[in-house]
């Protein structure tokens, strides 16, 4: 699978790390940036990224900063993207089952690495489980 990677400061170290994995795990990578922890606006990595799945070019997204809030609202302001700011294993699971997210927030100041990398994994395995899930999201798609 094509999966875009964008990150703030915040997020570079935990962006490096779930990159590692994506590559392990045989998926291609568009990394976006940032290119390290020198500080930055979390808003033009998200924009970035996003670009790639409005344009089809990617098919899913995660984005990271301090505490994955920034980039899910910045990410959520497009009309294509649900931007789901995850910090359990069970709510990227859901996230994808019941809201068909395209985009995965973590925030890296606000769980540890190891919890992460599990809730990256878990979001990759599940798939959108449709029927009335779709019907709710028609509700607020284009
Ligand atoms: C940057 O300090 C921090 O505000 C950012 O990474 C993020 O947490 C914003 O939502």
């Known amino acids: 699978m094509k999966i ?5 400061h915040g997020g570079f170290e935990l962006k490096q790390d779930v990159k590692n994995l994506l590559v392990k795990l ?7 940036g940032c290119l390290s922890t020198a ?11 996003v670009s790639h799945i409005i344009d089809d070019s990617c098919e899913l997204g995660i984005l990271i900063c301090g505490t994955g809030i920034g980039m899910a609202i910045t990410a959520n ?3 294509e993207i649900r931007a789901a700011n995850c910090s359990s294993e069970f709510t990227a699971v859901m996230s994808r089952e019941h809201n068909n997210a395209n985009v995965l927030c973590l925030g890296a100041r ?13 979001w ?4 959108f489980a ?3 899930h779709q019907r709710r999201i028609a509700k607020f798609s284009r």
């Open 4 to 8: 875009v990677l964008g990150a703030d």
């Open 26 to 32: 045989q998926h291609e990578v568009v990394d976006v």
């Open 39 to 49: 500080s930055v606006d979390y808003p033009d990595y998200a924009e970035k990224a």
């Open 77 to 79: 302001r497009h009309f």
């Open 110 to 122: 606000a769980i540890d690495k190891d919890l992460a990398l599990t809730v990256v994994q878990a």
């Open 124 to 127: 990759l395995r599940s798939e």
């Open 130 to 132: 449709g029927g009335r």
